[in-house]
């Protein structure tokens, strides 16, 4: 199987990218964010306590994603692999992720992380707001959200690193190019 992480800055075009790279690969596409998202429309509990720490900026508990991810990954199976998108966020979530995987008989073959600056962050986020209306795509909670990245999601890169499991790719460009960068790395 090929298990993906793409990992990335909020506004670094992880969501579109993820999609074109599971459907070239064959990838099943997992978004906790959507996922998320999903809950707060239906209304239920769960989606209730997550919209008020997103709405901020904040992350939602690991218990939370957690939970969310093991349960889609056993209703997926089998399949080719998969391509997780915006998780994991943390080094919790990053070892649970590992156990989910060896579950299923499996490993995280590689993280590839998308890096594009702050200023360029900012111009696409303020542009998804005006088409997409996402509430948590306002300027404040952008800045919180790129802070958030900083302070807590950046270290789980490490995570991989230190397994030789890390990649780079340069997200300044086009969705195309990026998608490019990422297939090379892939077939390498
Ligand atoms: P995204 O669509 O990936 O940018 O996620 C939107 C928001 O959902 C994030 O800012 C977090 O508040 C929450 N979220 C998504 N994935 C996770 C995760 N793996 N761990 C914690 N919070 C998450």
Known sequence: MLNIVLFGPPGAGKGTVAKKVAQQ???VHLSTGDMLREE????????KEAGQLIAQGHLVPDEVVIAMVR????RAM????????????TTEQ???LDAI?????TAITMMIALEVSE???IRRMLNRAAIEGRPDDT??????RIATYHEKIKTTGDYYKLQNKYYTVDSSFTPENTLQQILLIVKR
């Open 40 to 47: 707060i429309e239906r209304g239920s509990a769960l989606g």
């Open 94 to 96: 990053a070892k649970e």
């Open 101 to 105: 995987m060896a579950t299923q008989g």
């Open 78 to 89: 089998p399949c080719n692999g998969f391509i997780f998108d915006g998780f994991p966020r």
């Open 71 to 74: 349960e889609f990954v056993k």
């Open 25 to 27: 690969e064959n990838l």
């Open 119 to 121: 200023d360029e962050i």
């Open 139 to 144: 300027i404040s909670v952008i800045r919180k």
